[in-house]
Structures are given as C-alpha cells and as structure tokens.
C-alpha cells in the first residue's frame, strides 16, 4: 500500500512540498497577495459580502477577489484591462481561489510590473507584446514537462506526474475561448483551473508558468494540503539538509522571492476555505517519514 510521506506528521506541522500544482491554495492575506501601490493613486473597495476590487489610477486595471460559497473552488481571482471601464475589457484573466496563492501573487506582481511600464510609455498594456508562446513555455520543458501537439489547434503541456496542465489554443479560432488554459489536480476533478483571454499579453502568461515551474517548495500546513493528491507530493528534505551541511540555515528557503505567504492576520479579508492559521513548527525532518 502507497503511504503518502505526510502519514507521520501532526497536522499543523508546516512542511515545503513540491510539486507546486499540488501544493494546495495556502493561506494568505490580500495585502500579501496583491502588491498594489495605494499610495500612489491604486484604490481598494470592500463589498459586504466578502469581495475586494483594486483599480489602477487611470481606470484601465481593475484585480479582484470573488469568494463564493457556490462556486465549486471557492471563488475566483480576477483580472480585467480596459480601454474604457465602462465597456467590455479588451482582455481577462480569471484563477480559482483555490489556486496555490504564490502562484497567484507572481502573476499579480508582473501585472503590476506591465502596468508601470505602460505608465512610463515603454509598454501597452492593452495590446500583445513581443513575447513569444515559446517563451512562455520554456519553463515547464525545462522543468520535465511533456509537450504534444493535436491537430485541432491545440498544444498541451503535462507535468511529469500527469496532474498538472498548460493548454494553449495556437489556432485560436473561438475569440470567446481562451488562449491560455492551466489546471492541476486529478483529470477528472482539478483541484484549481486559470484562463487567459485572447490579447491578454504573453508576459503575464510567462510568469504564471515560470511560478508553476519553479523548483522551489511551497510552505504549507499539513491540514491544508489536499488529500487527493498526497500520494503525489515530495518533502524535499534532501535540498534542506543539504543547505545545513553547508552550513545555511534551513529556514532560509522560506525567504526567497517566490515563498510562500504568512498565515492570514485579517480573516475578514481572507480567500475562503483556507480555515483558521495553523501553529507554525519547523518543518520535520526526514526521519519522520515512512
């Protein structure tokens, strides 16, 4: 019988697991996630029921966080470019909730980078730019993943372990459909799914698989790390003791620009499901697992 290599650990040990399509939402305040300067013209809106909106200083951005308790993961995170904001966005970005957040808030943090630059004349943030597909997918063919090609205009990217997906339409021939698609979970029940809409610039699709790639674990508490997929996880205890025989402290992967986010100090602000913050322990050693 398979035994996942959390079987052995208290369920408010915090441990770094790999891969990152798996790693589960985690937990997180919307001030960690989305990078928006306030101070200089953003705004923030808070519904009653739960909803937060940031828009850009000239109108044209608009970030959301839609929790919902009818939505089959939770909500969505949303992001919407506008030429005018009282008209249909020129292009839309949509992520579950339950969307592994480090994820998340590398695609916000290039947003707000491709923002910027068009504020600064060197981008345009409503048009495609000169990155090409292949950029966005390098990546994932670096980290293993498996590329085919249908003839029917799509082309799908497949993690080594089957259970985490890059779908991109390079025949797009429904302009409601979208160019970019992403999952990770069980075929038949992905634990989250992330939409890119026709003109969404490439570059924001880049940094989403470059998060989705990377090698560096995600920090999560063992009761929030989904069950479905335990059995497909990896401890990699190997590169933390490795960093301590040379002398670094093992907590320091946890302080690299893609780490995961602290527990959540406003549970009114909250992405939903994620339940109250757990005890923070060190992560255990090898010698706990099976």
């Known amino acids: 019988m398979s035994l996942s290599p959390l079987d052995d650990l208290d369920d408010h040990d915090v441990v770094e697991v790999l891969p990152r399509h798996l790693a589960g939402p985690g937990i997180h305040d919307l001030v960690d996630v989305w990078p928006f300067p306030f101070d200089q013209g953003w705004t923030l809106h808070h519904s009653g029921d739960g909803r937060a ?56 943090a290039e947003v707000l980078a491709l923002c910027e630059a068009d504020r600064r004349g060197e981008r345009n943030l409503l048009r495609p730019d000169d990155i090409r597909p292949q950029d966005v997918y390098l990546p994932l063919l670096t980290a ?30 429904n302009v409601a459909a979208p160019v970019w698609s992403a999952w990770g979970g069980p075929p038949d029940h992905p634990l989250w799914k992330a939409t890119f809409s026709s003109a969404v610039p490439a570059s924001l699709v880049a ?80 010698g706990r697992r099976r």
């Open 53 to 108: 909106i940031v828009i850009s200083p000239g109108m044209q951005l608009l970030a959301g966080h839609v929790p919902s308790e009818d939505h089959v993961r939770g909500g969505e995170w949303l992001i919407a470019a506008h030429k005018d904001p009282f008209r249909p966005a020129t292009w839309t970005a949509t992520l579950d909730a339950s969307t592994p957040v480090e994820l998340v808030r590398d695609l916000y």
């Open 207 to 286: 940094a989403f698989a470059s998060s989705l790639a990377s090698p560096v674990p995600l920090a999560r508490a063992v009761w929030n790390i989904p069950a479905d997929t335990r059995l497909h996880l990896t401890l990699p205890a190997d590169l933390t003791d490795a960093a301590a025989r040379q002398g670094a402290p093992a907590q320091s992967r946890a302080s690299a620009p893609s780490s995961p986010t602290l527990p959540s100090a406003h549970a009114g602000v909250s992405a939903p499901g994620t339940g109250p913050a757990p005890t923070v322990r060190p992560a255990l050693s090898a």
């Open 144 to 173: 293993g993943w498996q590329h085919t090609v249908n003839t029917d205009g799509v082309q799908y990217f497949r993690s080594p372990d089957g259970y985490g997906v890059l779908q991109h339409a390079y025949v797009h021939k």
